[in-house]
């Protein structure tokens, strides 16, 4: 591992001014994920700045209005254990379950595990191309090992999908980040924080460099008891997503009243599946539309040779969830 300095922070201000002015700087929470970056040679910080004792960063609080605001430095462990959470949210507990090992999720925190980079395999081998590490080098996946990659939202530089469950289960409820950065700070719903790769993959996010996330906000969702998360691997825990899906739904009269639906393991971000839950809202509440419907969402998906079964996959896994939600499976 390259030799790098190390601070801690104690506050927001000053690690932000501290990671905003130097290039090869960069915010340390948990460290799941980048310090295996930088066992690999893939991030190369010259300077960590450790935000883990930061105030305010590790409390879950009621908002008045039936919400939820869960500071970015709150550990997954804890935030899937808040009753609160379990009660009105139970896609995201079951989302944050559903992520890694027990042990990775009592180090890794909220604000991390959304910034996660890719766990594309040409993106972690620094022997290999590839236009998210080093832009302009290529990508190898479509004619490579493009399994697990993505089939909505790609384009020729990129189709590596991105890796978190949590942040699947947050776009599906409208959950908005807080940002802090030099200039002041500002709200982003967190469907429009991430980028799509375009010509330029390297660009994941919105965020500036030194902006810090320091916390996300849950809106009240009415009908947000009747959700889940499922989550398709290729072992039974501690595995990526092949395929995952987050949803809500509240039926009346046999009816689909209301809907939220994300996707996982299938885009380079979070995919808040929109087409299908307009094609849902109103419709029959069968498995039918269920099926139609997400065959509509799929309609602009490019799959490749290696991963075309993520069609079926996808489809059999959304209508399944919405069955059972809808309390019609079988």
């Known amino acids: 591992m390259k030799p ?25 929470g948990g460290g799941t994920n980048l310090v ?9 910080p010259d300077l960590l700045v450790d935000v883990t004792r930061l105030p305010q960063l590790d409390a879950i609080e009621p908002t008045p209005d039936g919400g939820l605001r869960i500071g970015a430095g709150v550990r997954n462990s804890d935030l899937s254990a808040d009753r ?6 139970p896609l995201v507990a079951r989302a944050l379950l559903s992520g890694a090992s027990g042990q990775i999720r009592n180090m890794a925190t909220v604000g991390g595990n959304l910034l996660q980079r890719t766990r594309c395999g040409y993106f972690q081998d620094v022997t290999k191309p590839c236009n998210k590490r080093v832009p302009g080098s290529g990508c190898p996946a479509p004619e490579g090992d493009h399994r697990n990659h993505a089939i909505l939202g790609t384009s020729p530089s990129c189709i590596a999908t991105h890796p978190s469950d949590l942040a699947v289960a947050l776009v599906a409820v409208d959950a908005v980040v807080h940002v802090a950065e030099a200039g002041g700070e500002r709200t982003v719903p967190l469907i429009d924080l991430y980028r799509l790769p375009g010509g330029t993959p390297e660009r994941e996010t919105d965020l500036a460099h030194g902006a810090l996330i320091t916390a996300i906000e849950l809106p009240p969702l009415a009908f947000g008891r009747h959700s889940t998360y499922r989550k398709v691997r290729d072992r039974a825990s501690f595995a990526f997503a092949v395929a995952s899906v987050a ?30 839950e307009e094609e849902l809202r109103g419709g029959p509440a069968t498995p039918e539309a269920f099926r139609a419907a997400i065959a ?5 998906a490019e799959p490749l040779p290696g991963n075309a079964f993520k069609l079926p996959l996808v489809s059999n896994l959304v209508t399944r969830t919405l069955s059972s939600l809808a309390g019609i499976d079988r």
């Open 4 to 28: 790098f300095d190390y601070r801690q922070a104690t506050d927001a201000g000053e690690a932000i001014a501290t990671v905003a002015r130097s290039p090869r700087a960069s915010f340390l």
């Open 36 to 44: 295996d970056l930088m066992k690999l040679g893939v991030a190369t």
């Open 296 to 300: 509509a969402e799929l309609d602009a």
């Open 247 to 276: 949803a809500a739904v509240e039926v009346r009269e046999q009816r689909v009243h209301d809907v939220r639906l994300a996707l996982g393991a299938v885009a380079p971000k979070p995919w808040r599946a929109l087409v299908a």
């Open 84 to 89: 609160h959470l379990r009660r009105g949210f």
